[in-house]
């Protein structure tokens, strides 16, 4: 993949613009480093900007900024980019951009990173731009050649035709010359009624191929001459040290060449890697190993001492949050009370794909193969462990089997962890590239996780069943603190991704207090998980205010709307889903013993609305299934309306695992679960009928690989109420029903 | 010296029988499209064929695919209702992150091969071992539909 850029001051003018990475990318001729989707790349002719590259052979090459992790990134960036270029979609190939800040940073970040549902909100008009300037170029390289005014030339599908001289070319055939013209200092943007791709259904994705015929490379699948691989021993507690390390017999096994400790550095964690010639070898190995750990600064609390801790914890004043009117004045005589604490797990983010990275030092200088999610800090982070200059490493991207977040780790902790291990191994004169993997039981257990939270919340009615005062406390650990993100994170010691989703409600409620409480003795690592805050906040609300109607007597269809008169967008869904669910006319009722019951929920999260009906049928045993899902989302403008019904889709799986499933429990500061027998996924037979509305908009597009995910757990615990009349406080369901 | 077939190619080996086929397949093999997810038959990513049945490459040591038939997603296009899945899938465009994939391609090619008109119970029920955390269910279930109806009219 030697890519030759013919033409100099197209070179000068990206050196300018990013002359380090540039060395990389022209001498990038790894064999491993990530293919183009969609075919091999061709030399360019056409380089016009840091995002796209025209061959000679017609290819269409949009370098994709951001991590492919299922979201669909790489068609919506190539979506944004052909559309503007008028390119043919066939013809478009999408690759991974080098980490590489000055050119490819996230603008609503600062560096270059995946997250927050931004990839096509901070880049539509950057990815826009970009077609659009190598489309004036084609068209002033075809007016100079034929000799025509620029105007009279149109571009279509790849094809640049001009009517009257019946002139006509491909973009390969105009990419030298140009590549010659100047790049224009002002394009101008299509007017929406002319796109062709962007909002359209038949765009097929750009890994739909790779990723059905074995091709597509993950973190997993990088093979590199020499590669060692690196299997992990973890110890069982978060703070434990290795004491001493007998590896006699785990050196015996054929095949291993060498273990190595590594120390944590408080954030990553240490322990002991068992480097072989392939992972059965190296996992051979790591069960061979005995290793006494020193666990006297380890953490050593369980889930059921950490939510004693939090229930204390919410009977005392913390930082304020949100503060409207005054809640205890309007508590003191409410003609209706609803008081309820809920209870909140850990979660692991369980990607099929267990963690791993790959990883090549050499003097002074480090190469990454990883699923990369945030290149800036990850960078940061080796360079300062490694003490290089941060430009001294340089990532290649790859597919990355899911994330959900756990990738973007905001301590860089497996990466840290995989370059520490090719360290030892480097100090113990082996030079090979190390690939270190995590089996699944690493994964599940080796922290990280969506923080347990407990909830206190206390509602005050008026006679009129009007919702007139809402006091809610949240107890639970921060994300961000002790992080680099802490300074954008958190204000005033409250850490934004704790309380995010009720501190901003939209509900029009006149006494409003929302407090949190952060604990400081708890280390659990914790990170965000798909959806972040939203993943409790949307929980605790939605069916708090359901609870309210019910209470009232009031249809929460119709609560809601009054609660929502200033909140047009998230109106707009609730009364699409609802009306798509048909809501207000009766369920069709189950067999005999069966109960059936419809619940709603609406909630906004990274400016995305979503609203979502959820039917489940609960039987005379207790166990219950979801039949279907109504999803209604509005997301600004709709990208890849496709990858939307897949987000929203997706989502709602997610969730509904962890709704079903998912917890996390610690005994002794053990993690209990393992794999996916004890961290229970969901399956198949349990995925409902999910159908998806999108809210047709010209709004800035906004993100959608997150906000599906929050609100099937309140849709279904409404449900679930509405069909038996129990409400469940407690995550995840599991067996409350009596099942 | 264990011999195998391998998407119709014959290939020797004498390192430890004892190894996983998927690990065989996929370290010293060199095919990494057969995944990796949990190493104790819960999540199906690692599915192959052996003899055209489905079976988790990750519990089934190399010895036992000695003399047999293995196909893997790399192969499996070779085969009509192997090949008529792929296309259910890129047709909808079932994947996300894709990394379960080519477990639920090798599974549900083993199911229209013993059933060409499967139910959604039936759906559920064979590919209830293969798990994704996408959750990309739903077109699980319609590109096999989707598969089935393609390989009817063929
Ligand atoms: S890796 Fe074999 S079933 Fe999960
Ligand atoms: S597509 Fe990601 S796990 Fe199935």
């Known amino acids: ?232 021993l973890h110890p069982q507690r978060f703070g434990a040290l290795p004491k001493s390390v007998d590896a006699s017999k785990a050196k015996a096994v054929a095949d291993v060449v060498e273990v190595v400790q590594f120390a944590g550095n408080g954030h990553y964690f240490s322990g002991v890697a068992v480097l072989a010639k392939n992972t059965w070898a190296a996992r051979n190995g790591r069960d061979a190993l005995a290793v006494e750990w020193d666990e006297s600064k380890a953490f050593k609390l369980g889930s059921a001492e950490i939510m004693a801790q939090y229930r204390e914890a919410a009977k005392q004043p913390g930082l304020i949050a949100r503060k409207d009117g005054d809640v205890e004045a309007a508590l003191a005589k409410p003609a209706r009370l609803i008081e309820a604490e809920y209870e909140l797990p ?268 959820a039917e489940v049928t609960v039987k005379a045993d207790g166990s219950f299934k979801v039949d279907r899902v109504v999803c209604a989302v509005d997301c600004g403008l709709p990208i890849n309306p496709d990858v939307i019904v897949a987000q929203m889709q997706g989502g709602i799986g997610y969730g509904l695992s962890a709704a079903l499933h998912g917890a996390i429990t610690l005994e002794g500061g053990v993690v209990q679960q393992s794999n996916f027998h004890d961290y229970v996924p969901l399956r198949i037979e349990e995925m409902p009928a999910v159908e998806v509305h999108i809210v047709p908009s010209a709004e800035k597009p906004t993100g959608v690989g997150e906000p599906g995910t929050p609100l099937i757990a309140p849709a279904l615990v409404n449900a679930i109420a509405a069909a038996t009349g129990k409400r469940i406080r407690t995550l995840p369901i599991g067996g409350q029903l009596g099942a | 010296m264990i011999q195998l077939d391998i998407n119709g190619k014959s290939v020797s080996y004498d390192g430890d029988p004892g190894m996983p086929l998927l690990w065989f397949l996929r370290d010293v093999a060199g095919l990494t499209g057969t995944k990796y997810g949990c190493g104790m038959a819960l999540c199906g990513a690692c599915t192959v064929h052996l003899d055209g049945a489905p079976i988790r490459s990750c519990v089934t040591p190399v010895a036992a695919a000695a003399g047999k038939k293995v196909t893997t997603i790399e192969g499996v296009h070779a085969d009509k209702v192997g090949h008529a899945v792929q296309a259910a899938w890129q047709k909808l465009d079932v994947v996300q992150c894709g990394y379960c994939q080519s477990g639920q391609i090798m599974s549900a090619a083993a199911l229209l091969r013993s059933n060409r008109k499967p139910s959604d119970t039936d759906i559920d029920a064979a590919m209830s071992g293969n798990v994704c955390r996408c959750a990309t269910y739903v077109r699980i279930r319609a590109a096999i539909h989707q598969a089935a109806a393609t390989l009817a009219t063929a």
């Open chain 1, 1 to 232: 993949m030697d890519h030759i850029i013919v033409n100099e001051s197209r070179r000068r003018f990206l050196q300018g613009a990013g002359g380090l990475a540039l060395g990389i990318y022209l001498g990038d001729a790894f064999a491993d480093s990530a293919p183009a989707v969609g075919g091999e790349a061709a030399a360019a002719a056409f380089e016009p900007n840091a995002f796209l590259r025209i061959g000679a052979d017609n290819s269409v090459t949009v370098i994709a900024k951001h991590l492919e992790m299922g979201q669909g990134t790489y068609t919506g960036l190539a979506t944004l980019v052909a559309d503007e270029l008028d390119a043919d979609w066939s013809q478009v190939k999408v690759e991974a951009a080098p980490a590489d800040v000055t050119r490819y940073k996230n603008l609503f970040m600062g560096i270059q990173g995946t997250g927050g549902s931004t990839a096509m909100a901070n880049s539509h008009e950057q990815m826009r731009m970009a077609g659009a300037a190598a489309r004036a170029m084609l068209v002033a390289a075809a007016a100079q050649e034929w000799k025509v005014p620029a105007d009279g030339i149109v571009v279509s599908k790849g094809v640049l035709h001009h009517a009257s001289s019946g002139r006509k070319a491909s973009f390969g055939q105009l990419a030298g010359s140009a590549a010659r013209q100047p790049v224009p200092q002002d394009v101008k943007l299509k007017d929406p009624q002319h796109f062709t791709l962007i909002g359209k259904p038949a765009v097929p994705r750009k890994d739909s191929v790779a990723k059905t015929d074995g091709s597509a490379v993950f973190t997993q699948d990088v093979r590199l001459p020499g590669m060692l691989v690196a299997v992990v």
């Open chain 1, 346 to 613: 850990y979660l692991a983010h369980a990607a099929m794909e267990p963690l791993n990275c790959v990883v090549e030092l050499g003097d002074g200088s480090c190469r990454l193969w990883n699923g990369e999610q945030i290149h800036t800090a990850d960078q940061g982070a080796v360079a300062a462990l490694l003490g290089i200059t941060p430009d001294k490493v340089s990532i290649t991207q790859v597919y990355a089997g899911g994330s959900f977040g756990r990738r973007a780790n905001p301590h860089a902790d497996y990466v840290l962890e995989a370059v520490s291990i090719a360290k030892a191994a480097r100090d113990k004169g082996i030079k090979a590239p190390v690939k270190m993997v995590w089996l699944r039981e690493e994964d599940t257990r080796a922290g990280y996780y969506r923080p347990a939270f407990f909830h206190r919340a206390r509602l005050a009615l008026d006679d009129h069943g009007a919702l007139v005062a809402w006091h809610h406390r949240i107890v639970g650990q921060s994300i961000a603190k002790g992080t680099p993100f802490e300074q954008f994170m958190m204000k005033d010691g409250i850490d934004d991704a704790s309380v995010e989703g009720l501190n901003d409600m939209k509900y029009a409620v006149p006494n409003l207090q929302v407090e949190l409480s952060t604990p400081d003795n708890v280390a659990v690592p914790v990170q965000w998980w798909r959806s972040v805050g939203n993943t409790h906040t949307a929980f605790v609300k939605e069916t708090l205010v359901d609870e309210a109607a019910v209470t009232a007597g009031k249809d929460p269809l119709a609560y809601r709307r009054a609660l929502l008169a200033g909140a047009p967008r998230e109106l707009g869904v609730l009364e699409l889903a609802a009306a798509k669910a048909g809501w207000g006319k009766p369920l069709k009722p189950g067999q005999a013993g069966e109960k059936r019951g419809r619940g709603i929920a609406v909630h906004s999260s990274f400016h995305s609305y979503v609203a979502q009906v």
